[in-house]
């Protein structure tokens, strides 16, 4: 489960397998040194397990729990809402079963999985479900300068139709 605190509000964000979740501070007993989870990326948020295509050449790659990670038209990559569900009407690729998990060991479906993100250049870039929880010097861990400016600068096509 990944979390972020916002002192000011008082609030707890949380996302796990099952989604988002909110809490109020006083619910939820935290360590007081996370050092050791600054890198920490559960793979089953942030490695493809599935990339559908769609017919106007759009491709989207999807976490194991279906949540979007990336889109790519045209040969370009854009951040996608993590929080939207993708619709999907046309080809899939699975790039792996479920006794085939790269988080059970299996390192054949890992460096699959992380030569999909290499390919689509977005190997050392924050995926959208960890997204809100990389603040600060965490974000910096997890995304280069220069795939930053490159997610800064271009904008992304119009793929609302894809999700709900």
């Not at 990559?77 to 993708?86: E, G, K, L, R």
């Not at 479906?109 to 030569?115: E, G, N, P, R, S």
Request: proline letters at 7%.
């Amino acid at each position: 489960m990944l979390i972020r605190h916002e002192t000011r509000k008082g609030v707890v964000h949380c996302y796990g397998d099952g989604g988002p979740m909110t809490a109020a501070r006083d619910e939820v007993i935290l360590t007081k040194d996370q050092s050791a989870l600054a890198a920490f990326k559960p793979m089953r948020l942030w490695l493809p397990y599935v990339r559908y295509r769609y017919p106007d050449g759009t491709e989207l790659l999807v976490n194991r729990d279906y949540r979007p990670l990336w889109a790519r038209k045209n040969g370009k990559v854009f951040p996608v809402d993590a929080d939207a569900i993708a619709r999907h009407d046309g080809e899939s690729e699975s790039l792996f079963k479920d006794g085939s998990t790269p988080w059970g060991g299996n390192k054949n479906t890992l460096a699959v999985c992380l030569a999909v993100l290499k390919e689509w250049v977005v190997a050392d870039r924050i995926p959208g479900p960890l997204a809100p929880f990389a603040t600060g010097h965490r974000h910096r861990r997890f995304e280069s300068t220069a795939a930053r400016e490159q997610r800064q600068s271009v904008s992304a096509p119009s793929i609302s139709k894809l999700l709900s």
